[in-house]
């Protein structure tokens, strides 16, 4: 009698260390996407809307500063979206046809589509910047340029370790 409830706490800690094991397997893939998607989804809007309220305040931007930028964010906002978009397509197209071994000419055409693409995507930043710069008055841009130098010497501090080779 002893020796069976003997094997039955043992394969009742084995069951249940075996449900603990199988739960973390299954809650860690699950933990990591919604890391992922934190990343990708909240992240980068989060830095975003940082950078942009430090932005609006070194600038001092007046109100409806503010409101025609916003006005303008919003009147590109669906070509921003499409671009985007298109650009995750064809980097998964690329990436696809680099994996079933696609012949150069297929890898060529679809890295000039996508090339295309990035230039757009460039073209609009421009626009954006030059319409930025457009409602700012003098000491604005001057103070612009002061903020963009040391989040340049910031940047390269951070990540090149501020050397000058």
Same mark, same amino acid.
Request: charged share 40%; glycine share 0%; no cysteine.
């Given at each position: 009698m002893v020796n069976d409830v003997e094997v039955s706490m043992s394969s009742w800690k084995y069951l249940v260390a075996c449900m603990g094991l199988s739960g973390v397997?299954? +809650?860690l893939p699950g933990q990591a996407d919604a890391a992922i998607v934190n990343?990708?989804?909240h992240d980068h809007s989060e830095r975003f809307d940082k950078f942009w309220m430090t932005l609006e305040e070194k600038l001092a931007l007046r109100k409806e500063q503010k409101e025609e930028l916003?006005?303008?964010?919003? +009147?590109v906002k669906e070509e921003r979206k499409k671009l985007k978009e298109e650009s995750k397509k064809l980097h998964k197209q690329i990436k696809d046809a680099l994996e079933s071994g696609a012949d150069?000419?297929?890898l060529d055409s679809l890295g000039a589509q996508w090339g295309k693409v990035q230039v757009a995507k460039m073209e609009m930043a421009h626009k954006y910047q030059k319409k930025f710069k457009e409602i700012l008055d003098e000491e604005q841009k001057a103070r612009l340029e002061k903020f963009k130098a040391e989040h340049r010497d910031e940047w390269e501090k951070k990540y090149r370790g501020g050397d000058d080779d």
């Open positions: 397997l299954v +809650a990343y990708q989804k916003r006005k303008h964010r919003e +009147a150069r000419s297929t």
